[in-house]
């Protein structure tokens, strides 16, 4: 039979990323175009080392700049959708400098590019009821794109045409390790473009109720995540880490997502979790966990959520130096976030990364709840 897989309501949290649109939230004005939204980022670049900010001025002319990243070669993928029940077929395929990560739904009546192709930016973020979907001006839409996006920005992908016959991006077995496998095998190819960052400079702060996401000042990209489910099996779990791209393999990319048997009907009365089993979730049933194998990591939880997270922020479009600090977050709020942060544009700058300082991440361990 057809389990629930999906994140439920938090420990005395509203009930907002359950059912979230962002038809009325505050936004950077959607670009209506691919071509409109990259020349968003046509600002003066600031040469930056991450490991030393106040000089990073005077070193910059030593460092070479690093370059964008896409595939490199072909990747084929294919399995179901967690939320439609549907098999996708997709196929990665290398992309130019400057194109970023852009989705074109293959199955549609049209081959025409606005109605077929999605850029993969916050501002195209249409809801984020239990994953996240985007959605481009012509009303193409695309859901549950956040493990494949965790992938790609983890493995440092800047460029890449995704197509996909289907409307949402097949879930694997949960998590993000077949795209981690896949990435690993194709490896990837630098580009003639320098590669740039959005580097955080101040705080921003979202907050709904006893949710509460903050993006603030960090050397390279961190995550520190707290989660509080009023469930035995789950409680309160803490993780914390610098993410790169090994760390990612090792540490996120197994994680699956997971939810509650109970919440199956109202899953289907929302028309989501119609391809969820427990070859493709973590499924719990009041104190015990129903997959035969058990559990991936003891926090498994709270890994994938930082995982989906990795993948939620890769709709900046840059990768970001900076830290995320989130209590009781999901979709929503990473998202809102952002949106945030480009509203106000005296809290982040563009700058172009240099091999010198290129972000590494220092060991990290899981804090355990207290």
């Known amino acids: 039979m057809e389990l629930v897989s999906a994140e439920a309501t938090q420990a005395q949290g509203s009930a907002s990323d359950r059912a979230f649109s962002f038809v009325s939230a505050p936004a950077f004005p959607a670009p209506a175009s691919i071509r409109e939204a990259h020349s968003l980022f046509d600002a003066d670049i600031i040469p930056f080392d991450p490991r030393d900010?106040?000089?990073?001025?005077?070193?910059?002319?030593?460092?070479?700049?690093?370059?964008?990243?896409?595939?490199?070669?072909?990747?084929?993928?294919?399995?179901?959708?967690?939320?439609?029940?549907?098999?996708?077929?997709?196929?990665?395929?290398?992309?130019?400098?400057?194109?970023?990560?852009?989705?074109?739904?293959?199955?549609?009546?049209?081959?025409?590019?606005?109605?077929?192709?999605?850029?993969?930016?916050?501002?195209?973020?249409?809801?984020?009821?239990?994953?996240?979907?985007?959605?481009?001006?012509?009303?193409?839409?695309?859901?549950?794109?956040?493990?494949?996006?965790?992938?790609?920005?983890?493995?440092?992908?800047?460029?890449?045409?995704?197509?996909?016959?289907?409307?949402?991006?097949?879930?694997?077995?949960?998590?993000?390790?077949?795209?981690?496998?896949?990435?690993?095998?194709?490896?990837?190819?630098?580009?003639?473009?320098?590669?740039?960052?959005?580097?955080?400079?101040?705080?921003?702060?979202?907050?709904e109720g006893l949710k509460r996401s903050e993006l603030c000042p960090a050397d390279q990209f961190r995550i520190e995540f707290e989660i509080d489910f009023d469930s035995p099996v789950i409680g309160r779990q803490v993780f914390a880490a610098d993410i790169d791209e090994a760390f990612f393999a090792d540490e996120l990319g197994d994680a699956r997502t997971f939810g509650f048997l109970k919440d199956l009907e109202l899953m289907k009365s929302l028309g989501l979790a119609r391809g969820g089993s427990l070859d493709n979730a973590v499924v719990i049933s009041d104190d015990e966990i129903l997959n035969e194998d058990g559990l991936r990591f003891d926090d498994e939880f709270v890994r994938h959520k930082v995982l989906d997270a990795v993948g939620d922020l890769a709709l900046a479009g840059l990768p970001i130096l900076g830290c995320?600090?989130?209590?009781?977050?999901?979709?929503?709020?990473?998202?809102?976030?952002?949106?945030?942060?480009?509203?106000?544009?005296?809290?982040?700058?563009?700058?172009?990364?240099?091999?010198?300082?290129?972000?590494?991440?220092?060991?990290?361990?899981?804090?355990?709840?207290?």
């Open 324 to 370: 995320l600090k989130t209590v009781r977050g999901g979709h929503a709020m990473n998202n809102l976030v952002l949106r945030a942060l480009f509203a106000d544009p005296s809290s982040y700058e563009i700058v172009t990364l240099r091999e010198e300082g290129a972000s590494v991440a220092r060991p990290s361990l899981a804090i355990p709840a207290e």
């Open 53 to 207: 900010a106040k000089s990073h001025r005077e070193g910059a002319a030593l460092a070479n700049a690093c370059r964008e990243q896409t595939l490199g070669g072909v990747v084929a993928l294919e399995g179901v959708g967690l939320h439609t029940g549907e098999i996708v077929h997709m196929t990665l395929r290398p992309a130019a400098a400057g194109h970023g990560i852009v989705f074109r739904r293959t199955d549609l009546d049209t081959s025409a590019p606005d109605v077929t192709d999605i850029l993969a930016r916050y501002d195209m973020v249409s809801d984020a009821t239990m994953c996240t979907r985007i959605s481009n001006a012509a009303g193409t839409e695309l859901n549950t794109i956040e493990h494949i996006m965790a992938a790609l920005s983890a493995f440092s992908i800047d460029n890449a045409l995704i197509e996909i016959d289907g409307p949402e991006v097949p879930v694997m077995d949960g998590s993000s390790s077949e795209f981690v496998a896949a990435f690993t095998k194709t490896g990837a190819r630098q580009q003639g473009a320098e590669r740039k960052a959005l580097r955080i400079l101040k705080s921003v702060v979202v907050e």
